[in-house]
């Protein structure tokens, strides 16, 4: 077994990663906790932190709050405010290109400059899920039926993409050629942007919570089944006509978070009872990470190196898993 | 599942239209001094304060699942908002979501047996309908939905009794009985109501659907059998759409005598239709029957579930099933529908398969025909 430094976060982990060398974790009762800086602990909301991710230069956490607030956290224990929407849970966040942070409540999208401007996007139902597109100031919202696609800076109308149902999380693929969401249906659903070929991938037993792109976007593992599936996206037309890879398989346990490496082709999957496991893509070996325990896991994420791990799960279990030196 | 084992957060849904007194109610629960601690989920933040830590506004956001059933709808908002409450845990006990006067309260109820997180996460306890004795009976007139909010709810208060006189009351309860006679109804003034009779209701709880029935109750041998009902361990079925279309293969069983709910003495409502008869189209189905053969049952609740979802608002039965020893338990709401094994019927009671409809423009004498096919 690798080697755990254990945190007790007390809390739902709602998001970690790092930030340099110290893991940040941000917990549901508002605070932010982190393993190996100056910094414990940083009390951020009275009331509760519902979002977090990290900013793409990876010195600062964004979150969102229950009152209505968008930090920006640093490793050093500063908290400064970006945005403010009173009465509204932040629950949706992303971080784009320059600094610009996108945050949704409701109907209603906002992106804020690095300068502080903000640019407002309605839509006519409410937002599923946010995300840059890895070039340009390029905004993706999911929505019912499908979702809209903005330029951030420029006006005029807004480019939407149907598919019937509830679109929620969502995600560009790294090259910018495909965009993926997680739906109500316990389905994903793609979009290949170059000619708006639909894709639909389908057969899971829940709804998929989690997705990761693999090391240069030949892979998008996502959570919802009792194995990690693996679509592939290498190929022209990515995983249309292909079967995904099922890693990680447990017939008494269901994935609920991935996270491929940042170099390598493997993932560690998270289970619902807790457990981690490391799989190779190539011949499916696994390497036991954490023993199961302290409910579902709710948060991964690997150092820039691809070394060590962070972990949470939703019983407030979290820690630092050590892969090698 | 018994109540020992379920640690799920209850919802309480306040449904009814503007002005009935939803908020003054949803104060007087947070305001008493009962050590629970509650989310609050409403639509819009209204002229009369809240006072509470935890409160969201939620903008309702409908959603079809596309599984072919027309009516299985869900709060997409609801989801979130729960979701999102989960990652507080331990910060609250109970979850009450008020909504507005045009909500419609199925997709709010389904939204805890359609979609899996939100029923891992909570259970519906009961839906409880705030109505204004003075202006009840105009909004039955001018909206469906004052007439769904009333059929859907399992506690019906009706509010503001100070404002009408003895015969507008009377006549206020007869339509209340017609509409939803299952429903308990609470009269008060300012909603002062004991919280007991609105929160934990249980009332979507398949072992409680006898407690939260008054006719149900008045038959002797029931009464006497429902009193132990909660030393069995019971297995709950995975609900679904009883159609099939959500993959689900459930049975229930219901049996039927045909007959119409049995009025108790101080039952005043009007079973001669008359001078608002097509008024509402909602009313309530009360099928009586001996043993059922499951084989004949099950495909028919399938069938009529699927084929009349969209119009039955709620279903609950208790039903016999041939050379079966237990007591099979169903309730449904639209084309969503769940049963179980209860527990054995009991030597002294009558072994008996009773269900009950309540919809809108429902086909009482086919209902019934079809309910008495399936029995042995």
Redesign the interface.
Known sequence: MPVIAPLDADSFVVATCFLGDVAAFALGDGSVKFLGGHVDHLSVYKDGLLSAVPAQDGRALITGGMDGKVYQVTAEGEATLLAERSRKWIDLLATGPQGAVAFASGRTAWVRLQDGSEKEFQLPRAVGGLAFAPKGMRLVTSRYDGVTLWWVNAQGDPQELFWKGAHGDVCYSPDGKYLVTAMQENALHGWRLSDSQDMRMSGYPAKTKSMSWSAKGKYLATSGAQAAILWPFSGKSGPMGQQPLELGVRSDSMVCHVCCHPKEDMLVVGYEDGMIMAVRFEDNAEVLLRRPGGGPVSAMAWDAKGMRLAFGTQEGQAGLITIGE | MSETTDTRIPVTVLTGYLGAGKTTLLNRILSENHGTRYAVIVNE?GEIGIDN??L??S?E?V?????GCICCT?R??L???VE?L??????FDAIIVETTGIADPAPVAQTFFM???VRKAARLDAVVGVVDARHVLQRLKDTDEAQDQIAFSDVILLNKTDLVDAAELQNVRAVLQKLNPYAQVVETERCAVKLADVLDRGAFDLDRILDLDPKFLKDAASAQAHEHAHDHDHKHDDDCCSSGCCGGDNHEHKHDHGEHHVCGAGCDHDHSHDEDDGLHSVKSISLRAGDLDPQKFFPWINEVTQLEGPNILRMKGILAFKDDPQRYVVQGVHMIVEGDHQREWKAAEARESRLVFIGRDLNQQALKEAFMACVV
């Open positions: 933040f830590d935890l969201v506004e903008d956001e959603y079809e699942m596309n599984n869900v997409g908002d989801i979130r908002t999102n989960m990652k507080r845990k331990g910060a979609d899996d997180d």
